[in-house]
């Protein structure tokens, strides 16, 4: 649900928006407290902000743009609309969160990696657990939902 900004305004006569004080130094020969009431509103040719919420998307192949304002019955109106990506904007998307996966994987494997040392005091049982925890994430990307993997996707680290 959206809402209204407080001591937030459009001016209508010079299409700008204007915070509190601001506003009221566009007209130094009118008096007026903030909030403004709607009778101030209407002296200082001004009307209230209303805020739509941002509407949700599918980030990869969708993105959301601010859309051209409406002004209904004296309230500012701030709409938003989804647009579709580009074939080329949804794979640089892909491409994006494909190298933020191989970060967290080569993240993962740096930590895990004293698993592998011959003094590291695991049982045999526990360093092939290692092992193949540690071949799960360099096969992460062969994983059906890379790039776009779920917390589950990832493989557990052995306790």
């Not at 996966?101 to 526990?126: I, M």
């Not at 540690?134 to 493989?155: G, V, Y």
Request: charged share 25%; glycine share 2%.
């Amino acid at each position: 649900m959206g809402q209204i900004l407080v001591n937030t305004y459009y001016h209508e006569p010079d299409d700008s928006v204007y915070i509190g004080r601001a506003l009221l130094k566009l007209y130094p020969h009118i008096s007026a407290q903030l909030p403004l009431s709607d009778n101030a509103l209407s002296s200082f040719n001004a009307m209230r902000i209303y805020l739509e919420d941002q509407p949700s998307c599918d980030p990869i192949h969708q993105h959301v743009e601010q859309d051209v304002n409406e002004i209904i019955d004296g309230v500012y109106y701030q709409k938003w609309t989804v647009h579709d990506r580009t074939p080329e904007d949804v794979q640089d998307q892909l491409d994006v969160r494909a190298i933020g996966v191989r970060n967290a994987r080569n993240e993962k494997l740096e930590k895990s990696d004293w698993t592998r040392l011959d003094d590291a005091v695991l049982t045999p049982e526990k360093k092939a657990e290692w092992a193949t925890y540690r071949t799960q994430l360099r096969d992460i990307t062969t994983h059906a939902n890379f790039p776009l993997l779920e917390d589950s996707d990832w493989p557990q680290e052995p306790a």
